[in-house]
């Protein structure tokens, strides 16, 4: 089974930076899609950024130009650089894995972490 684990959450001012970490474990297939959501209070789950297993990255309208996805791959983690946070950033920040032993079609398989929280201060 796919575990992930974030980490790097916090309190931070207007203006500052994070940087959170997931950290995968078990197989994970060589299509898939590693991704970072969030979850502010009262408001539905959005996607932050996601990176394919080509490299291609996607972001949300509301970060692009501040935050960066990454991978290093040796150690199967995946990383969310957050730079010029503002307090809409607030939120629970959940990494994401969708992967497929397919080459066509969906991905069958769905992993989440628990979750780590991000709070910007004004």
């Known amino acids: 089974q796919v575990q992930l684990v974030e980490s790097g959450g916090g309190l931070v001012q207007a203006g500052g930076s994070l940087r959170l970490s997931c950290v995968a474990s078990?197989?994970?297939?060589?299509?898939?899609?590693m991704g970072w959501y969030r979850q502010a209070p009262g408001k539905q789950r959005e996607l932050v950024a996601t990176?394919?297993?080509?490299?291609?990255?996607n972001y949300a309208d509301s970060v692009k130009g501040r935050f960066a996805i990454s991978r290093d791959n040796a150690n199967k983690t995946v990383y969310l650089q957050m730079n010029s946070l503002n307090p809409e950033d607030t939120a629970v920040y959940y990494c994401?894995?969708?992967?497929?032993?397919?080459?066509?079609?969906?991905?069958?398989?769905?992993?989440w972490g628990q979750g780590t929280q991000v709070t910007v201060s004004s």
């Open positions: 994401n894995l969708k992967h497929s032993q397919y080459l066509l079609g969906s991905y069958e398989s769905d992993f």
């Open positions: 078990g197989s994970i297939y060589r299509r898939h899609i």
């Open positions: 990176r394919t297993s080509s490299g291609t990255t």
